[in-house]
């Protein structure tokens, strides 16, 4: 069946340093993919998505490309902030009529300042 | 998008009592969705809510366990029946408002049971 798997964590960082979080997907067909940020004590919010193949998502400098070829929707940031803390969850919505969201195991990601 | 409250945030209950959490939507929605997610753990579907018919359980979920209602399209419940400390989790509720697949997420509820 369709699964997302994520790099495990957690990812400590210092300030400003470049960041990769690594999430590659099994799917029939052609999901769409999201990040989904769960900061500490909250809910998630939906971070950035990509819905065709090598669309790009951007937001808050965030990146993520949807590569069919490697099957991978790997997030990125060029300098990362003691405020980028948190929890980040790959995601792939089934194909249909369900609108199921299938979710990754999450990363933790902690930036030192 | 659509913004979504949770109602408690949090509760401590006794093992064999149920609890019955509450999600509202600022906007009408056509899929609501429930989710768990158990300490350090990703995100675990329940069921998905449908206006005006049965909900849709997942797998190792069943309606007398977890029963939801959504009586309307802005309001949801799901109830955790007879409690046991496994249940200790936080439930999340969600809306796909606009039927793409993104998802908005309440802030979810923090349930401890002893």
């Known amino acids: 069946g369709d699964s997302v798997t994520q790099m495990e964590g957690p990812v400590t960082l210092s300030e400003e340093a470049f960041l990769t979080i690594n999430c590659t997907y099994t799917?029939?067909?052609?999901?769409?993919l999201f990040w989904y940020v769960q900061y500490p004590g909250e809910g998630l919010q939906l971070l950035l998505k990509?819905?065709?193949?090598?669309d790009k998502g951007s937001n808050k400098g965030f990146e993520a490309t949807y590569r069919k070829e490697t099957t991978s929707f790997h997030l990125e940031k060029g300098s990362v902030q003691v405020s980028d803390s948190a929890v980040y969850f790959c995601?792939?919505?089934?194909?249909?009529?369900?609108?199921?969201?299938?979710f990754g195991t999450g990363t933790l990601l902690a930036v030192q300042p | 998008s659509a913004v979504i409250s949770q109602k408690p945030s949090r509760d401590i209950c006794q093992r064999g009592t149920s609890l019955t959490i509450q999600c509202q939507v600022d906007?009408?929605?056509?899929?609501m969705f429930w989710y768990r997610q158990q300490p350090g753990q990703s995100l675990t579907l329940i069921a998905t809510?449908?206006?005006?018919?049965?909900?849709?359980?997942e797998s190792g979920f069943v309606i007398d366990k977890f029963p939801i209602s959504r009586p309307n399209l802005t309001f949801s419940t799901l109830t955790v029946s007879n409690m046991s400390p496994e249940d200790s989790s936080i439930y999340l509720c969600?809306?796909?408002?606009?039927?793409?697949?993104?998802?908005?997420f309440g802030p979810g509820t923090r349930l401890t049971v002893l």
């Open positions: 799917a029939t067909g052609y999901p769409s």
């Open positions: 809510a449908n206006q005006g018919s049965e909900a849709t359980y």
């Open positions: 995601a792939l919505r089934y194909g249909g009529a369900t609108n199921k969201l299938i």
């Open positions: 906007s009408q929605v056509t899929m």
């Open positions: 990509a819905t065709k193949a090598d």
């Open positions: 969600s809306a796909d408002s606009s039927g793409s697949g993104e998802q908005f």
